[in-house]
Each structure stands twice: as structure tokens, then as C-alpha cells.
């Protein structure tokens, strides 16, 4: 769109109105951004004497990192927490509920969305705890429903419980990115799918898929970034038991302020922003080529 | 016509499973509170409202939710006001540069987060000496939520139609008259969008206060319920449920008023 100064701003004013957003952004995101390369390359600690005269030591840092068993088990369990909650999980059943909901009735259309909406704008600390009592050994709810007394889940499957409580946080977003992305498949083309006899699966491959093929792209990427940084697994395990859940952004928080290793935990942060910003570049290119 | 019967039972039991996972664990949510001896598990309560005099008599209850008033409160004024300037004249001048910035700003939105971003924030605030401070956690939250506002705002502003501006100009009104007596009325459902989001946004952040106000005085709701429930005990049992429903409850309110109002928009990419 072609920017007209309709207002007679004029220039230095316009200047004057980006300004202070800019500061603060540059304050608060862009030179901590910037400055976790520096810290990264010391051995800058919360205590001790390197708290005062921190050392650079280039990148001992991240080949520490790559020889640290703790870090490699905080890789894998993040890329089981994305692939399995997230890839899988969110988009499936974020897809399917759009799907399903199309045709079902009105109140039972507001009824899901609605209870789906709220799992995904409570608080997150409330959310854990709702979870932490579900899954709770003694009390919970879920091992009187499954009649598994004594279960543990928490310490007993650490993981499955944290993949399965974020499918039930962050379905949301996939499914209304999929209704909204539902609407633009022809409805004539379904119907011709249906008066030829396609099955299930093939109406879906031949005639939806195509037409929200975008989206997929779109929502896979959103939703994977946001869960790799998510945070939220330190509500419900802190990374526990024994580190069997501990999730980059929980490993990075449990480094830099359990352990006080500042240096340390800047380093893998970068690469995190690193993930980060691949991810969002293929995500924008995708917007430009689409808008 | 068994296939047809087939199908429905299936439909049913999908439907009744999805609710059933959705339901079961925000359930206690609305039973706890009101229960005379609320437990972990979901039960029928035995009514009572002693649990919500406990709560408030709480020591750190009330502050902590007067807190987050005052933290979200910052964060969102700050977030609002910086970013509708901003969005404004991004949005009608050509500064030099514009495209460049603009796709800069989106892409530090989603780059740039809490998590990504905690251990430099962290001895950025310490080596200032800012641990403890209200006023500097909120204006690092409004920095984190200023890229993603600007954008959702200068959608708003694009879609205004200049010719109220222009017409205003041709009739002697001042840039200053413009924007105030014009643009922001026009801009109005923008701005409450950003303003409700902002609130939200800030109200449930953990990570950052959790990080930069380590004194219990200062602490929003958000860590006073983490520090509620990891202290454990059964005398907390009677306050965590109700303090998490109040705690909750200018969430699912906000939500409804800005979707009633101006329809559920759905902004792809801006929530966390």
C-alpha cells in the first residue's frame, strides 16, 4: 500500500512517533539478542570470582556443550516434546476438530471451541497446576478415573505426560488457523468428491489438501517454534525427575540460575535464537510467496 | 444402514472423548474453590465460601494480584501507546528505510523470545541493578510485546480510509487535531484490541517476573502461584483454588468482551 501523509505528518515528526517503540525494542530485545554472543564466549558465572572478571573462552562454551550428555538429553527430549505434542500432535488434532466441527450442531460447535479456547488463554501457571492435580499420585483424578492407584505420572512418564498436557494447551491455535483455512475449500468440490464415490482419505489428499497446503506449512512452523520455547514444562516437572524432562528452555534456566553458569547458559540460548531464526525466516518467505 | 449407525456411534464417542479431555481438568477449577475440603481430585463439592475469606486474608493473596494490576497495567500503556504512534506513522510516512524495519520488527517477534532471551535480560537487569523493580520488568515485558503490537495495529491503521484525514486537512486542522479528533476515533477498535492482548499477554507471563522479581512484595500472581503450589502443604489447598479462579478470571472476561465486541479476529502468530 502506498504511504500518503494524509495527516501532514511530515517526516521528522513520523520519525519522532517510531522512536521510542524503537528504543525499547532495541533495549529489550535487540542488544540482549546481540549480547548473548558476547556472554556466550566467556565464563561468566552468578558467583564466585568469575562473577567479577569473567574470562573470554572463545568457543569452549558451545564444544563444552556438544561433549555435555546433559545437553545432547535436552536436545533429544525438545525435539520429542515438538515432534510428538506439536508436528503430531496440535496439528492432527487441531485438524480434525476443524473438521469435525464443520457440520456438527451449534451448541456443540461453541461447546468444544469454547473449552478448547480456554485450555489455551488460562494462565500458564494455572494450567500447570490444574495438570500437576489431575496427575497427582494420591488425589489425582486421572488415576481414580483409570483406576491405576499409586501412579505417579509426573515421575513415572515425565514426557508423555508434558506432550500429552501441551496437546491439550496449544490445540487451539491449529484448529482455528484450519477452520478459517477450511472455508476457502470449494464446497461444490466436495460434493464432486462425494458424487464420485471418493473415500474419506482421498477427499481429503486430493481436494483439501491442496487448497490449505499453505496453512499446514504456516501452522507446523508457528507452533514448533513456540513450542521448542516454551516454558511451561518447568511448571509442571522443573525437568525432574532426574533431569527425564528437561527441555532446552528449562536446561537453559536450570544452567543459568541453578548452576549460575551465565556463560554457559548464554551460549546454547544463542543457539536457541539461532533455531529461532531460521525458523522464522522459512516462515516469512512463505508469507511473501503466498502474499 | 449399519455403516450410517457406525458412523454416528463414532462421531458420539469422538465427541464425547475430546470433551471429556478438555472438560475433566478445568472441572476442578470450578468445584475446588468452593469445596469445604478441596482436594486434588474432582468431587462434588460440600459448600462453602470459607476457602474465599482464607484467600483473601492471605498474606500475599491481594498484593500479589494488585501486583499484576499495576505490572500489566505499565506494560500495557507503555505497549499501547508506543506502538499506536509507531504503527501510525509507519502505517502514512514513508520513512526511509520502512520496508527493511518493518520486516525486521517481524521477524524479532517471534525470534527474540523470553526463553531465548532470559539469561542476557537476566544480568542485563542484575548488572543495573533493576532485580526487584516493578517499573523495569514492565518495560522489559512491553519491549518483548512492542514488534508483534505495532504489527496487529498498523493493520488497523492501514485499513483506515485517508479520506477523513484529508478532508480534515482541507478544513485548516492541525496534525495534532487530525490524530486525536480523528485517526483515533477511527482506531478505537485497534487500540482496545491491543490493549485487552497486551493485558492478557502481560498477565500470564511467568518466565520474565519469575526471573527479574525475586522478592516475594514485588511478585505478581503469575510466580505467587507457582510459590503457592511448589511450597506444597495442605493448609495452601485451601487457598490455591480460589486464588487461581481470581487469578483467571480477568483473563476469560477480557477474552469474552473483545470477542463479543469485535468478533473473534484472529491475528496468526502472536500469542506467546
Not at chain 1, 86 to 95: E, T
Not at chain 1, 244 to 251: A, I, Q
Not at chain 2, 81 to 110: F, Q
Not at chain 2, 219 to 227: G, I, K, N, S
Amino acid at each position: 500500500m502506498p504511504a500518503t501523509d494524509s495527516a501532514g505528518l511530515g517526516r521528522g515528526r513520523a520519525l519522532a512517533f517510531v522512536a521510542p517503540a524503537l528504543v525499547l525494542i532495541g533495549i529489550f530485545l535487540v542488544f540482549p539478542a546481540l549480547w548473548s554472543i558476547y556472554i556466550g564466549l566467556t565464563d561468566y558465572t552468578l558467583t564466585g570470582p568469575s562473577s567479577v572478571n569473567p574470562r573470554i573462552v572463545g568457543a569452549d562454551n558451545i564444544t563444552g556443550a556438544l561433549s555435555d550428555p546433559l545437553f545432547g538429553n535436552s536436545l533429544w527430549l525438545t525435539l520429542l516434546f515438538v515432534f510428538g505434542s506439536a508436528l503430531i500432535g496440535q496439528n492432527i488434532l487441531g485438524f480434525t476438530l476443524a473438521w469435525m466441527l464443520r457440520g456438527a450442531r451449534r451448541w456443540l460447535r461453541r461447546l468444544v471451541e469454547g473449552l478448547v479456547l480456554l485450555a489455551w488463554i488460562l494462565p500458564s501457571t494455572v494450567v500447570a497446576y490444574l495438570w500437576v492435580a489431575v496427575l497427582d499420585r494420591d488425589g489425582g483424578t486421572l488415576n481414580a478415573l483409570l483406576n491405576t492407584p499409586g501412579t505417579a505420572w509426573l515421575v513415572q512418564y515425565p514426557m508423555i505426560s508434558l506432550i500429552v498436557f501441551n496437546l491439550w494447551r496449544g490445540t487451539a491455535f491449529s484448529m482455528l488457523l484450519y477452520s478459517s483455512a477450511l472455508d476457502v475449500v470449494p464446497p461444490s468440490q466436495l460434493e464432486t468428491a462425494r458424487m464420485v464415490g471418493a473415500g474419506r482419505f482421498s477427499t481429503l489428499k486430493d481436494v483439501v489438501f491442496p487448497h490449505i497446503r499453505g496453512h499446514v506449512l504456516t501452522n507446523t512452523l508457528l507452533i514448533t517454534l513456540w513450542t521448542a520455547n516454551d516454558f511451561t514444562p518447568f511448571l509442571l516437572t522443573a525437568g525432574g525427575p532426574d533431569h527425564r524432562s528437561e527441555t532446552l528452555p528449562v536446561f537453559i534456566y536450570q544452567q543459568a540460575l541453578g548452576s549460575g553458569a551465565l556463560g554457559y547458559a548464554s551460549a546454547i540460548s544463542f543457539l536457541l535464537l539461532l533455531v529461532n531464526l531460521v525458523i522464522a525466516l522459512v516462515y516469512l518467505r512463505l508469507l511473501r510467496r503466498r502474499g | 444402514m449399519t455403516s450410517l449407525v457406525l458412523r454416528r456411534i463414532g462421531y458420539t464417542v469422538f465427541f464425547a472423548v475430546i470433551l471429556a479431555f478438555f472438560a475433566i481438568p478445568m472441572l476442578w477449577l470450578a468445584s475446588a474453590p468452593f469445596d469445604s475440603k478441596p482436594g486434588l481430585g474432582l468431587r462434588w463439592p460440600d459448600w462453602t465460601f470459607g476457602n474465599v475469606t482464607a484467600t483473601l486474608e492471605h498474606p500475599y493473596a491481594l498484593t500479589s494480584l494488585v501486583n499484576s494490576l499495576l505490572l500489566c497495567g505499565l506494560a500495557m500503556i507503555v505497549t499501547t501507546v508506543l506502538a499506536a504512534c509507531a504503527a501510525y506513522a509507519l502505517s502514512r510516512v514513508r520513512i526511509p528505510g520502512r520496508d527493511v524495519l518493518l520486516y525486521l520488527l517481524l521477524l524479532l517477534s517471534s525470534v527474540v523470545t523470553g526463553t531465548a532471551a532470559m539469561v542476557p535480560i537476566f544480568v542485563m537487569m542484575y548488572q543495573l541493578g533493576l532485580i526487584n523493580s516493578q517499573y523495569g520488568t514492565a518495560l522489559v515485558i512491553a519491549g518483548g510485546m512492542l514488534p508483534a503490537a505495532i504489527f496487529i495495529l498498523k493493520d488497523f491503521v492501514d485499513a483506515v480510509p485517508r479520506s477523513y484525514e484529508e478532508s480534515a486537512r482541507v478544513f485548516g486542522a492541525s496534525p495534532g487535531q487530525i490524530l486525536l479528533h480523528v485517526v483515533l476515533p477511527i482506531a478505537r477498535p485497534g487500540i482496545a484490541t491491543i490493549v485487552v492482548w497486551s493485558f492478557v499477554q502481560a498477565w500470564g507471563n511467568f518466565l520474565l517476573p519469575f526471573l527479574l522479581l525475586r522478592d516475594i512484595n514485588s511478585q505478581p500472581a503469575a510466580v505467587l502461584m507457582r510459590t503457592l503450589y511448589d511450597e506444597g502443604g495442605s493448609a495452601n489447598l485451601t487457598v490455591i483454588p480460589v486464588f487461581s479462579l481470581l487469578y483467571s478470571i480477568p483473563v476469560v472476561v477480557l477474552y469474552l468482551f473483545v470477542s463479543k465486541r469485535y468478533g473473534f479476529r484472529f491475528h496468526g502468530g502472536i500469542k506467546s
